[in-house]
């Protein structure tokens, strides 16, 4: 995961946390039987009265944050396609050099058979073989070492 990403995904969190905390947030006040009061989330015996607590953020504030949460939601979504789409990308290019790569070695297969000083034989139009002229052969080799250096540089 990218670096801003990890940021904004921390801001993100904060934010919500901060928000969605200070709004549901219930304090209890009690005394027990030795006269100490005590402050909790859950409510302890009968006794336990609620204490309403007056929120330090203006409703402007929270408005603002809310709409910077918004933008940094927005912006976070954005680099998660981006991410997506360069990882889409890079599989291609993978799946592209893939066949490249098998595609130059069949073609080497080619050249470095043709490059040998053998006899080729080819068919003919009526199905019979005959062999290649000297001159046909070089021709064939010289195609197949331009096509090998052209499609495949020197790999």
Request: charged letters at 35%.
């Amino acid at each position: 995961m990218d670096l801003n990403l990890k940021f904004l995904n921390t801001v993100l969190i904060t934010l919500t946390l901060f928000f969605s905390g200070a709004s549901s947030a219930e304090i209890y006040k009690w005394v027990d039987e030795s006269g100490q009061v005590h402050f909790g989330d859950k409510p302890q015996g009968k006794k336990t009265e609620r204490v309403q607590i007056k929120s330090s953020v203006s409703d402007a504030q929270k408005k603002d944050a809310e709409r910077i949460n918004q933008n940094y939601q927005r912006i976070y979504e954005q680099f998660k396609q981006q991410d997506q789409a360069r990882a889409e990308q890079k599989k291609k290019v993978e799946e592209r050099q893939k066949k490249v790569d098998e595609y130059c070695k069949e073609l080497r297969k080619e050249k470095n058979i043709v490059n040998q000083d053998y006899a080729f034989v080819r068919f003919n139009d009526e199905g019979g073989q005959e062999y290649m002229t000297d001159d046909e052969i070089a021709s064939y080799r010289e195609k197949m070492n331009s096509l090998y250096q052209e499609r495949c540089g020197e790999q």
